[in-house]
């Protein structure tokens, strides 16, 4: 059995700001609730694929914060006291950059339809929907081959996403390799 790392007298700086986005995640999620039941009241009469795309994000939101909800209590429940579990990326790949693009997405190309409808032109969606198309998903992403955010330490790379072995390493940012 291999003992733990010890706990460094700066922890508050290390799990703080983890923690504080996990209880930002939460109440953004309760105004998002608000909005929606707001929306419910205000436009009963909406066309059904407007309900379904409101409803859609919100399914959305949810499930990316139930994801975020069980990488915090890996992290702060079950690895209690464990250091390692703080440097562990769990979900977070999944929920923070892919779903927080897919919903962007949606909602810029929504906007690019409200745009439309409102300009009759297709010159000003047609730039936004490319726009939305050609942004990454996945902008602030850092992985590492071992699974953990640390592992990067000691590397001296701007770069957003790195993959590869330990003898070679190739760095992504925003879709461009670099060497």
């Known amino acids: 059995m291999s003992s733990l790392p010890p ?5 508050g700086r290390i799990a703080g700001p983890l923690l504080l986005g996990y209880m930002l995640n939460w109440a953004l999620q309760g ?3 608000v909005q929606v ?3 419910y009241l205000a436009f009963p009469r909406d066309p059904l694929r407007n309900k379904i795309l409101v409803y859609g994000v919100l399914a959305l939101e949810f499930t990316q914060t139930c994801l ?6 890996h992290t702060f429940a079950t ?4 250091m ?24 810029q190309v929504f906007y690019a339809y409200r745009i439309w409808i409102l300009s009759q032109s297709w010159i000003s969606p047609s730039i936004i929907t ?14 590492s081959d071992r699974g953990s955010l640390t592992f990067l ?25 670099t060497r």
């Open 7 to 11: 706990i460094p007298p700066d922890i």
């Open 31 to 33: 105004a998002l609730f």
């Open 37 to 39: 039941y707001m929306y």
């Open 68 to 73: 975020l909800c069980h990488g915090a209590f």
């Open 79 to 82: 690895g209690y006291g464990n």
């Open 84 to 107: 390692l579990a703080l440097d562990e990326i769990g979900l977070i790949w999944l929920s923070v950059p892919i779903m927080s693009g897919i919903v962007a997405f949606i909602a």
């Open 130 to 143: 490319f726009v939305s198309l050609a942004s990454p998903p996945e902008k602030p992403l850092i992985l």
């Open 153 to 177: 330490d000691g590397h001296e790379s701007t770069c957003e996403a790195c993959t590869g072995s330990a003898r070679r390493r190739h760095c992504y940012w925003s879709g461009v390799e």
